[in-house]
């Protein structure tokens, strides 16, 4: 249990600007679609929804390179950036379509993620 208390800082910051890699999708949202779901959706509804999620997202990556460094806020952000995973775990899982494609490994990291954090409150609780 220790080992994860000790290096959660550099968990937090590795998986925090991974995360806020995602901000690629509110930048480019068609060549982040196809990037991270194999397929071209275009439209201003599409646009409008994956520019929203990519800044959410990105918003979660900032929260959680922030909680490396400050311990006080760290119990919600790690709920939230917890709950986000797993949704978008869940939503892949869900969707037959993209078990093959690029959003079947970025679930996979995010649910490795996903454990670590959950490790840490176990470990700190």
């Known amino acids: 249990m220790g080992w994860i208390v000790n290096n959660i800082d550099w968990i937090l910051i590795v998986s ?9 999708m509110a930048l480019a949202p068609s060549f982040a679609m196809r990037s991270f779901f194999g397929v071209a959706e275009q439209g201003p509804v599409v646009n409008l929804v994956a520019r929203s999620w990519g800044v959410m997202v990105f918003c979660a990556g900032l929260m959680m390179v922030y909680a490396a460094y400050h311990t006080e806020p760290r119990l919600p952000i790690l709920l939230y950036a917890m709950a986000g995973k797993m949704s978008f775990v869940v939503m892949v899982a869900a969707t037959p379509a993209f078990r093959r494609q690029m959003s079947a490994i970025l679930a996979l990291l995010d649910l490795v993620i996903v454990a670590l954090l959950g490790w840490y409150l176990l470990a700190v609780r």
Do not use: A, D, I
Request: a neutral charge; hydrophobic letters at 35%; one cysteine or more.
């Open 16 to 24: 925090g600007l991974g995360t806020c890699s995602v901000v690629s």
